[in-house]
């Protein structure tokens, strides 16, 4: 899964940018994020698990693990 495209995708969708977005992750989190704190860690692909979880629930969606056949 390519993180920024799935992300980008959902701000197309939302009509949104990467300034309401990261303004949106401060608010939930009290963490300060800027839309160039966010296009830097998709740049660096350094986005966090939990960041990710946490983008997927301010659009809507909820991210799973879904056990496939195990490699041997």
Same mark, same amino acid.
Do not use: C
């Given at each position: 899964?390519?993180?920024?495209a799935?992300?980008?995708?959902w701000?197309?969708?939302?009509? !949104?940018?990467?300034? #309401? *977005? +990261?303004? /949106?992750m401060t608010?939930?989190?009290?963490?300060?994020?800027?839309?160039? !704190?966010?296009n830097? #860690? *998709? +740049?660096? /692909?350094?986005?966090?698990v939990?960041?990710f979880?946490l983008?997927?629930?301010?659009?809507?969606?909820k991210?799973e693990? /879904?056990e496939?056949?195990?490699?041997?």
């Open positions: 899964m390519n993180v920024r799935q992300i980008n995708y701000l197309s969708l939302n009509q !949104s940018d990467y300034k #309401k *977005l +990261a303004e /949106k608010e939930l989190t009290g963490k300060h994020y800027t839309r160039w !704190s966010l830097g #860690k *998709l +740049a660096r /692909k350094t986005v966090s939990d960041e979880e983008i997927a629930k301010i659009f809507g969606y991210i693990l /879904k496939i056949n195990p490699l041997q």
